[in-house]
């Protein structure tokens, strides 16, 4: 088994690749500039692993990264279009246990993930290191990389400026007045009271109006003259 100088990881969860191994039809899928198979299930060393294929489309890609939970990430640099016999694969026996890869491409953005659950025996498993022959699969076109609008932040918005709700003074109420009482100086003037003679020419002077007076034996009356 031939593997990539210089980037072949190697160790219990390392990811690989390699270029050497029996050739298989595989079934394949598109993700923008990248095409690769369905999960595959070889035996190595009396352990299962797990393999899958890849390959770059119209543009060559400038680095690939591959990722997995509990393994090293594996890098692959320059990769020109429809190169062959590109197979990734685990270095150590995870038997039993599910597995995910993802592919990132750096210079068109694309990427895909694998996933599957690696069988617990060998049992009906290929000894080989599998790889897919590419060349069953032609040259497809690759599919737009779906890309994402960056965040637009709203402008800022100033609020309006308020205006005052206008004030109304309070009604005020006049002090109340007291208004100085006014005093007359007196009353209406009185004259002097006119003087009656009677029929003997005895005179009697009014005490006031209504007021009754006897004057040798005749009735006086004094009254009080007005203007």
């Excluded at 980037?7 to 270029?19: C, D, E, I, N, Q």
């Excluded at 595989?26 to 299930?41: D, F, K, P």
């Excluded at 005052?164 to 309070?170: D, V």
Aim: aromatic share 8%; charged share 15%; net charge positive.
């Amino acid at each position: 088994m031939k593997k990539f100088a210089g980037l072949a990881a190697v160790g219990v969860g390392a990811l690989a690749f390699t270029g050497a191994g029996a050739s298989q039809a595989a079934e394949t899928h598109i993700s923008g500039n990248l095409q690769y198979t369905s999960m595959t299930y070889w035996c190595d060393k009396g352990k299962p692993n797990f393999a899958f294929g890849y390959r770059t489309l119209n543009k060559t890609e400038s680095q690939v990264t591959f990722t997995a939970s509990g393994f090293k990430p594996l890098v692959t640099k320059n990769v020109s279009p429809y190169t062959a016999s590109r197979t990734v694969y685990a270095v150590g026996g995870y038997a039993g246990k599910p597995i995910t890869v993802t592919a990132h491409a750096a210079s068109t953005g694309s990427s895909f993930s694998v996933s599957g659950r690696v069988p617990s025996s060998c049992a009906g498993l290929p000894t080989v290191l599998p790889f897919t022959d590419w060349s069953a699969a032609g040259k497809p076109t690759a599919q737009p990389v779906p890309t994402k609008p960056a965040p637009t932040k709203p402008a800022p918005t100033k609020p309006a400026p308020t205006k005052p709700a206008p004030t109304k003074p309070a009604p005020t109420k006049p002090a109340p007045t007291t208004s100085a009482p006014t005093t007359t100086g007196q009353g209406p003037k009185v004259e002097t009271d006119r003087v009656v003679t009677n029929q003997n020419g005895t005179t009697a002077a009014a005490a006031g109006l209504g007021a009754l007076a006897l004057a040798g034996g005749g009735l006086v009356v004094a009254r009080r003259a007005r203007r």
